[in-house]
């Protein structure tokens, strides 16, 4: 079975400061995994996704994250935090046989001035 | 273009009433997912339709239905709504149905039963 976990409900994070909001996976064969944002009473917005190739991928709004097949994770970054990156980070996987994602339980980034 | 579109985006109903949510997904995509997302539970996939079949299903009563058009439009509907079923619903639409490809989320519906 498939499964998502994000170790961390909150992060709080400095404005300028480096952010990671961290994710770890458990799937069969190889992953193909995601990361989406959620404002407020809003639906989700992707981020980026990795499916194969260069372990670092870049995605919107000046995110990245960095894949880790010996660890599991799919940790997500930021080199300079902004007050608007404040929201609920999810980290997504879809495996060998699974079509729907399953998603981790989300993480609420807060971004201090 | 349009994104993938929700109607309606707040639903108010009574216990044991039944519901139907409505997506249009975005022109050309032929894939249409649902998952409700609730506080205690996060985001749960509910099912999947590609082509008007259903080809994926998740672990919900059979109240959850869905159906899916030949335009690609999808409806969901809730029978006998249990106060439980208070959630925000989700629909992504995708171009094509397989796991690389990225998926596109609605706004949602927010249903409340009371």
């Known amino acids: 079975a498939q499964s998502v976990a994000q170790p961390e409900d909150q992060v709080n994070v400095a404005e300028g400061n480096p952010l990671t909001v961290k994710c770890t996976y458990s799937?069969?064969?190889?992953?193909?995994l995601f990361w989406y944002v959620q404002y407020p009473n809003r639906g989700l917005q992707f981020l980026l996704k990795y499916i194969t190739g260069d372990n670092l991928v870049k995605g919107s709004y000046g995110f990245e994250a960095e894949f880790n097949k010996s660890q599991t994770s799919f940790h997500l970054k930021k080199p300079s935090a902004l007050v608007s990156d404040s929201a609920l980070y999810f980290c997504a996987v879809r495996g060998d046989g699974g079509q729907n994602f399953v998603f981790g339980p989300g993480t609420r980034l807060s971004v201090l001035p | 273009k349009a994104g993938v579109t929700q109607t309606p985006r707040y639903l108010i109903k009574t216990r044991g009433q039944q519901v139907t949510l409505s997506c249009s997904p975005i022109?050309?995509?032929?894939?249409v997912s649902w998952y409700q997302q609730t506080p205690g539970q996060g985001l749960q996939f509910l099912f999947e339709y590609f082509s008007e079949t259903q080809r994926n299903k998740g672990n919900f009563p059979g109240r959850f239905s869905g159906r899916q058009f030949s335009n690609s439009r999808s409806e969901m509907n809730v029978s006998t709504l249990e106060l439980g079923d208070s959630a925000l619903y989700l629909c992504a639409s995708s171009l094509e149905q397989g796991r690389n490809y990225g998926y596109t989320f609605g706004s949602g519906t927010r249903l409340t039963v009371v």
């Open positions: 022109s050309g995509h032929r894939s």
């Open positions: 799937v069969s064969g190889n992953p193909y």
